[in-house]
């Protein structure tokens, strides 16, 4: 008798906060990354910067089992050529990963041969009217009215996760996404993107501590496995 098995992917989120001792990994960066780097304006925006590429070089180096420094990105952008698009890992391309930092947090979600979108965001706001017209439809809009106001949070974090998973960002309306309820299980209800399909997407809210809302989106609906974990100050 046959028997079949379910594929799982496995997804690892590392979080860690911003690392002043990824300062003395700048050596590490390739040239595009430290031109990156270095047109940063603000300080904390750089070392936001610098500890993504700290942390995604450690997060797909533990998966390859490989050393951080042989890690390499390609981060072109297929809509300008420039370097600051979705990072690929050059010479393995099963490798998926989605970066995402907000205030004091930074992220990486690793996985293989499947699609991955990352969203991390710090509830340090109320949202405005505008901001919830631009981002949430009427069903999502009605639900918030009589839930906790941070609740649009956790709509934003479940859209942008994916929208990073299909690689377009931003170019996808948020309104045109819509998500369950921020007090049910995640989950993408229905899209008019071709690349959203409920029925091929699945979507897990992640936990980066007090304060933020952050989901991971993976564009599969095989089972997936989620191991959220820290990176401590003393790896970096
Ligand atoms: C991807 C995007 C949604 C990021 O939103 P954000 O909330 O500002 O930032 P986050 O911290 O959550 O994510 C940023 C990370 O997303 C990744 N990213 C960039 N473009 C991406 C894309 N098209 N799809 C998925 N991930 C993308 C990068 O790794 C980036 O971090 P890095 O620059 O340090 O490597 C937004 O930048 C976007 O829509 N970009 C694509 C379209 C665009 O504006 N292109 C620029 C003009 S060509």
Not at 89 to 115: C, E, I, K
Not at 166 to 179: A, D, E, Q, Y
């Amino acid at each position: 008798m046959s028997h079949v098995q379910d594929v799982v992917f496995d997804i690892q989120v590392w979080w860690t906060r911003p690392l002043r001792s990824a300062v003395r990994h700048v050596g590490t960066l390739d040239s595009d990354e430290r031109a990156r780097f270095d047109a940063y304006r603000q300080d904390d925006d750089r070392l936001r910067f610098l500890t993504g590429r700290v942390l995604a070089r450690f997060a797909v180096a533990r998966r390859l089992g490989t050393d951080p420094a042989e890690i390499t990105f390609d981060a072109t952008c297929p809509d300008c050529g420039k370097p600051h698009g979705r990072p690929r890992v050059v010479g393995a391309g099963n490798v998926a990963l989605s970066l995402s930092h907000s205030g004091d947090r930074v992220g990486v979600a690793v996985t293989g041969g499947v699609p991955v979108g990352l969203d991390v965001e710090y509830v340090n706001r109320r949202a405005t009217d505008d901001l919830i017209g631009y981002a949430l439809n009427d069903t999502e809009r009605a639900a918030i009215a009589t839930s906790d106001p941070d609740a649009f949070f956790t709509y934003w974090a479940r859209k942008e996760a994916l929208m990073k998973a299909t690689g377009h960002g931003m170019k996808i309306p948020l309104r045109s996404i819509t998500v369950s309820a921020p007090g049910d299980h995640a989950r993408l209800v229905a899209a008019s993107d071709a690349a959203l399909d409920p029925a091929t997407t699945t979507l897990l809210d992640a936990d980066p501590g007090d304060g933020y809302r952050a989901a991971v989106a993976v564009l599969t609906g095989d089972p997936v496995r989620l191991t959220e974990r820290w990176m401590s100050n003393t790896t970096a």
